[in-house]
């Protein structure tokens, strides 16, 4: 969910041309995550009523999310599916669990591009993707995907037709949004949809 590249350096700041919510909310164990609709969140996905699957989503993720404390007494709500660390500078390491996380959150990051930007083409960094996953500024303290994590990110992206690029020890991919899989993700009304679409071209 260093400044120029996914090393472990404290990363700094950075302006996205993105909405303020995100698709890194509250999830259910089956992998299910709102993403964005206009002005706000997509659906939940499944067969129930968003104001149902709403407060299910909710009541899940209150019961089994994980928490990290802050040294400040502060506590983090870490999102399913990840494990979380303090780095030495006092922010937020993310590592991804299994695969079946890194495919989610490929997913929710190509529903946020469709859904955020135009043009193109979008080049992303590991900042940027950090907060396009809601870990940049999560619960007030700044967080990012540590480097394996993020490569595992990259190597999803690239499988699927995406642009790899390294200059100076930076890292970017470049989404190319008028490639068919952007088109069908465009069309995906749940995150589960999503997911399938990206198994799909993956195969």
Request: no cysteine; glycine share 10%; aromatic share 4%.
């Amino acid at each position: 969910m260093a400044s120029k590249n996914v090393s472990s350096t404290a990363p700094g700041g950075e302006t996205v041309p993105a909405p303020h919510d995100h698709p890194f909310g509250p999830r259910r164990n089956n992998g299910t995550a709102p993403g964005l609709k206009e002005g706000g969140r997509l659906p939940v996905s499944g067969s129930r009523s968003g104001a149902t699957a709403s407060a299910a989503s909710n009541a899940s993720n209150a019961s089994t999310a994980k928490k990290l404390m802050l040294p400040s007494g502060d506590v983090v709500d870490v999102p399913t599916g990840l494990d979380a660390r303090l780095d030495r500078w006092g922010n937020v390491t993310y590592r991804v669990i299994d695969s079946d996380v890194v495919l989610r959150l490929v997913a929710e990051l190509l529903l946020y591009v469709v859904r955020s930007y135009r043009g193109s083409v979008v080049r992303l960094d590991g900042r940027r993707i950090s907060r396009l996953l809601g870990l940049r500024q999560r619960g007030g303290v700044s967080g990012y995907l540590e480097p394996y994590s993020m490569s595992r990110i990259y190597g999803v992206l690239s499988m699927l037709g995406f642009e790899l690029s390294r200059s100076n020890h930076r890292i970017t991919i470049t989404i190319d949004l008028r490639k068919p899989i952007i088109r069908e993700i465009k069309s995906a009304e749940s995150i589960d949809e999503a997911i399938k679409i990206v198994e799909k071209h993956l195969r």
